[in-house]
């Protein structure tokens, strides 16, 4: 059943908590705006309206989970244990001073009932008022990730064997060389399979986690798209599906995106070329594998041909899943003086695949140096 507060439940007996809390506090200045009376009726249908016992009010869990959010207080325990003694939070919750507060607990159960779908309504909702006030407008973002660390214990983890019944009569080296080409002695997490095996650049040691990616509008930093993911999900992927949103939620053409080089892949700059959104994101140098690295090879976009640092034309051939091949003839090769550094080992041909945004990354790349 839906839980509600008295008026009287906000009043101390010497008067008004609000009138410790100075106006510059933090909760103090977001209490001025917050405006949350819309929030019962977007969950009422979640709750039976003349049987149970009365939950949390609807407005009292937000107001306790945002003075969690805005005071650093992430676990619900410590929330609600500081909540007790802090007469600001009381207050911003609409708590009195001697008021018994609700188990930690509770916030859990509310987040369960709720689900992601209506607190993502609620987001949503938030973001639509903050456009409707202008603080708010979309379209200049600037998109992050951050690696949440999940609650897990070190012991919950398992290495999972794959493929292990069809490499088993497989020769010693071979074995080594595939379980680490195909992920066999990777880590997963037994408690919790969300939290996934990665590294953040910071610390290189790999953790169980999740992945939050946050877009912020330019205007005044507000948060106007947020997803999280399991931890090994690439960042790049999820930039033009946070741009998608953001533009349905503002009704705004996002014109420009920032992000780092943890973005710069060549189908994000081709992704935003083709939907006109400028990318900020500085490319990342060209990894060098080879003797001869990629970028001695010239793409001729014209004649859709790349050109070897001989001078020879490599063509485009045979499609993969991102890009295609372009291949040298093997005449050409077989008379070249940089034969041996050039090509792979027992082959008479120089055969590269260039992804199919190729382009765009090198427009990228040629705006930096600008
Ligand atoms: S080996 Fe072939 S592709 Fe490589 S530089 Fe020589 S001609 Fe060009």
């Given amino acids: 059943m839906l839980g509600e507060r008295k008026a009287e439940q906000f009043e101390f007996f010497a008067g008004s908590l609000r009138d410790l809390i100075p106006d510059e506090h933090m909760l103090a200045r977001v209490a001025r705006v917050l405006d949350l009376a819309w929030l019962r009726d977007e969950v009422a249908s979640l709750y039976c309206s003349h049987n149970g016992r009365p939950g949390i009010e609807p407005e009292t869990a937000v107001r306790l989970m945002l003075a969690g959010f805005l005071l650093g207080l992430v676990h619900d325990r410590r929330l609600m244990r500081e909540a007790a003694v802090n007469v600001a939070i009381r207050w911003f919750c609409g708590f009195g001073l001697t008021e018994r507060l609700p188990d930690h607990s509770s916030l859990t159960r509310i987040?369960?009932?709720?689900?992601?779908?209506?607190?993502?309504?609620?987001?949503?909702?938030?973001?639509?008022?903050?456009?409707?006030?202008?603080?708010?407008?979309?379209?200049?973002?600037?998109?992050?990730?951050?690696?949440?660390?999940?609650?897990?214990?070190?012991e919950a983890l398992a290495t999972r064997w794959v493929d292990k019944v069809g490499q088993e009569n497989a020769p010693l080296d071979e074995q080594e060389r595939d379980a680490k080409q195909t992920g066999k002695y990777k880590k997963i997490c037994t408690t919790d399979p969300d939290a996934t095996m990665s590294t953040s650049g910071r610390s290189q040691r790999l953790e169980p986690s999740y992945k939050q990616h946050t877009s912020v509008c330019?205007?005044?930093?507000?948060?106007?798209?947020?997803?999280?993911?399991?931890?090994?999900?690439?960042?790049?992927?999820?930039?033009?599906?946070?741009?998608?949103?953001?533009?349905?939620l503002t009704r705004t053409h996002v014109a420009i995106a920032t992000a780092d080089?943890?973005?710069?892949?060549?189908?994000?700059?081709?992704?935003?070329?083709?939907?006109?959104?400028?990318?900020?994101?500085?490319?990342?140098?060209?990894?060098?594998?080879?003797?001869?690295?990629?970028?001695?090879?010239?793409?001729?976009?014209?004649?859709?041909?790349?050109?070897?640092?001989?001078?020879?034309?490599?063509?485009?051939?045979?499609?993969?899943?991102?890009?295609?091949?372009?291949?040298?003839?093997?005449?050409?090769?077989?008379?070249?003086?940089?034969?041996a550094l050039c090509l792979s080992g027992g082959r008479s041909d120089k055969a590269v695949v260039l992804g199919n945004d190729y382009p765009a990354l090198l427009r990228a790349r040629r705006r930096r140096l600008n």
């Fill in 111 to 154: 987040r369960q009932r709720w689900g992601e779908a209506r607190f993502r309504r609620i987001f949503e909702r938030t973001v639509a008022a903050c456009v409707g006030a202008g603080i708010a407008k979309g379209e200049v973002v600037h998109i992050d990730a951050s690696l949440v660390r999940a609650d897990v214990s070190w």
């Fill in 218 to 248: 330019d205007v005044a930093g507000v948060i106007v798209d947020i997803a999280v993911t399991t931890g090994e999900t690439n960042e790049g992927s999820e930039l033009v599906p946070a741009i998608e949103r953001i533009e349905t």
């Fill in 261 to 339: 080089a943890g973005y710069a892949y060549a189908k994000v700059y081709g992704a935003l070329e083709r939907r006109r959104t400028d990318a900020v994101i500085p490319p990342k140098a060209e990894p060098i594998r080879s003797k001869v690295p990629m970028r001695r090879f010239r793409y001729d976009a014209k004649h859709d041909v790349l050109k070897c640092p001989r001078g020879k034309i490599l063509k485009a051939g045979r499609a993969v899943k991102h890009g295609r091949f372009f291949t040298s003839r093997a005449r050409d090769c077989r008379r070249c003086d940089m034969a």
